[in-house]
Every structure is written in C-alpha cells, then in structure tokens.
C-alpha cells in the first residue's frame, strides 16, 4: 500500500494537461507542486491557477527542477508528447522521489511498457490519460505496464475516484489506448469526407455532435449495435467497410494544414477560422457547457458508484 506523503501530487509539465490535473486533484484538498523548466509556462500555470483556485494558493507551489518532486507520493507525468524527453524526465524522478512514489504518464498513447523501459522500479508506474479539460471530462483511462504492482493500479483507480473521476483499466498496452483509438477513427473518417467534398466541414461535424454525439452520452458504440441490431450492422459492414477511408499515413488535407501552419485554435486557423467573435465565445462558453453536462448526465455520481 502506497502511504509516503499521501495527498501530495507533483505534476511534471505546467501546460493545458498539467495545469488542469493540478486544478482538479487541488480542488479535491491535495497539495500540488508543478514543476515546468519554462519560466513562461510556469508564470501562466500560476495565472490560470490562482484565477480557478482563488482559495487554495497554500495548496500549490511552482518549480523548475525535479527535485521538487521528492516528497509527493503521486507524480503524474504531463510534459510534451515525446518518448525520448518523457524516458529523460523519469530515469532523473527516479533519482529523486520517494520508493513508494507512484509516478504516472499522461500521455496520449506512447506505449506505457516502452515508457518503463528506462525504470529501475518500473512496478510503481503506470500511465493515467486524461481527457481535456481534465478537470471536467470524468474518464481517466489507467494503463498498467507488464511490472507495474496490481496494488498500484487498485490504488490510483481508488485515488482517482476519490478526486471524481471515473477510471477505466485497459487491460492492454496498446498505442492510443481505447479513447484515442475511437476518436482517431472517426476524424480519419470526418477528413477523408471533407477531402472528398461530401460535405462541409460545419455539415459534417453536426452530424457527429446531433446524430452520433447526443446518443453517445448515453449507448456507447457497443451497446448502441445491440439497440439496432447485430444482423442489421453485420449487413451494413459488408458493404461499407471496403469503402470506409484506412490510409496508414497523415491524410493529405491535414498534412497540408499544418504545412501551412494552420494548426486550429493555437494559430488562429484550422479547420475553422478561430478568430471571429462567434467562435470565440463558444470557445470561452465550452468547459463550463461541458460541466453542466456532466452535471446532468450524473458523470460524477457515475465515478462514485452512486
Ligand atoms: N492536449 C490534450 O488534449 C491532451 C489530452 C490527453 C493527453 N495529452 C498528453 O499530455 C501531455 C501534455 O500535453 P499538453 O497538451 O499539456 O502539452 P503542453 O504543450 O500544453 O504542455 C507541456 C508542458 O511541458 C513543459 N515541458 C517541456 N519540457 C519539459 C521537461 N523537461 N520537464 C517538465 N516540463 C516540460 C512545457 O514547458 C509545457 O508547459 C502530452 O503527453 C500529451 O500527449 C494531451
């Protein structure tokens, strides 16, 4: 069982992710430090922060170096998404932490066995991916690496809990994980229509969000085949699977977005031009719409069991 300097977490990265993990387990009456190299993004983890937790300043500190993690008994791992400087950052936390420290990967689908590889105690880690914003989205999908102690992931699941989340196991280490996977199949296919010209990117995306996305809060894809029909989708995917997009590569229309440095909110442009007053505000409206959402869809009560 886990017990060294329980209820403080260490976040290593103080950027989108980062910052939300702090907000969310801080709001939950743990102590959080955010260590980031970044002088910038540890200035605007401190603005975002202060303005979320007028009340709690006591609970948070800032660092640049790791060794400002080694008295938390949690460290949740958030830094850029790439494998070697994640290796980097836990080969030197081991160095530093607490034995009985768990430490956990945000990341968004690095393999978490890959990730351990450079470990010594590779039993206390495991990866923790949580959805953005993550202090609203109630799913958390925890990844055990093949040493990782199943006491570990039973106590993360129950910490996680704990802070209102709803953990799911994946019970294998697979790349994207089950979320990013869905989520990367149903963009692939969202682009290739686009590409295609079938229709507008506004056409499409309402199709998902008022045909797909209201029912998904409520069957998920599994459970919905059962409503329709297995023999009624059997028939369906002989069909349409031949036809469905499976390039194995970036799809042309995105590689050229980014080519051209239309990267979507952060450069102003994407998809969608992000800098008119309409999409602004919905931009600003959308966590809070989200949490209402969860409020009403019993997201919480969903994570506590009720
Ligand atoms: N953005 C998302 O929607 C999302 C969702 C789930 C998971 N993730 C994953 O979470 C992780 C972080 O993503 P993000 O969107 O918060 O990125 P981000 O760019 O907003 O933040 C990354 C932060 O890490 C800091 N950093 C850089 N080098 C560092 C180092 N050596 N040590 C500590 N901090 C360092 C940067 O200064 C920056 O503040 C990535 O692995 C990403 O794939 C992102």
């Not at 970044?38 to 009340?55: G, I, N, T, V, Y």
């Not at 880690?125 to 570990?152: K, M, N, Q």
């Not at 039973?154 to 294998?172: F, N, Q, S, T, Y």
Request: some cysteine; aromatic content about 4%.
């Amino acid at each position: 069982m886990v017990q060294t300097a329980p209820r403080k977490l260490a976040v290593i990265g103080a950027g989108n992710m980062g910052n939300a993990i702090a907000i969310l387990f801080v709001a939950h009456g743990w102590q959080a430090v955010l260590i980031d190299p970044s002088d910038s993004s540890r200035e605007k983890s401190r603005e975002r922060l202060f303005a979320a937790l007028p009340q709690s300043a006591s609970l948070l500190s800032w660092e640049a170096g790791l060794e400002a993690a080694h008295d938390a008994g949690l460290i949740i791992e958030a830094a850029p998404e790439n494998l070697s400087l994640k290796q980097e950052i836990f080969t030197r936390l081991e160095a530093v932490c607490v034995p009985d420290a768990v430490i956990a990967s945000n990341t968004s689908g690095i393999s978490i066995n890959q990730l351990a590889s450079v470990l010594k105690h590779p039993k206390r880690f495991l990866g923790t991916h949580f959805f953005t914003p993550a202090d609203v989205i109630p799913l958390v999908e925890v990844i055990a690496c093949e040493h990782t102690l199943p006491t570990h992931c039973d106590h993360i699941m129950a910490v996680l809990r704990e802070v209102g989340k709803l953990p799911v196991l994946v019970r294998k280490d697979i790349p994207g994980f089950i979320g990013n996977r869905l989520q990367h199949a149903l963009a692939r296919e969202a682009m290739s229509l686009l590409e295609k010209g079938v229709a507008s990117a506004e056409d499409i995306d309402t199709v998902a969000k008022w045909a797909l996305g209201i029912r998904l809060a409520i069957t998920g894809p599994l459970e919905q085949r059962d409503i329709n029909g297995l023999d009624v989708h059997h028939a369906i995917t002989e069909y349409l699977y031949p036809d469905l997009e499976n390039r194995q590569t970036p799809l042309p229309l995105l590689s050229n977005k980014v080519g051209q440095g239309h990267l979507g909110v952060k450069s102003g442009k994407g998809f969608y031009d992000w800098t008119t007053p309409e999409r602004k505000a919905a931009l600003k409206e959308k966590d809070a719409t989200l949490r209402q959402l969860v409020e009403l869809l019993g997201g919480r009560q969903a994570a506590s069991g009720g």
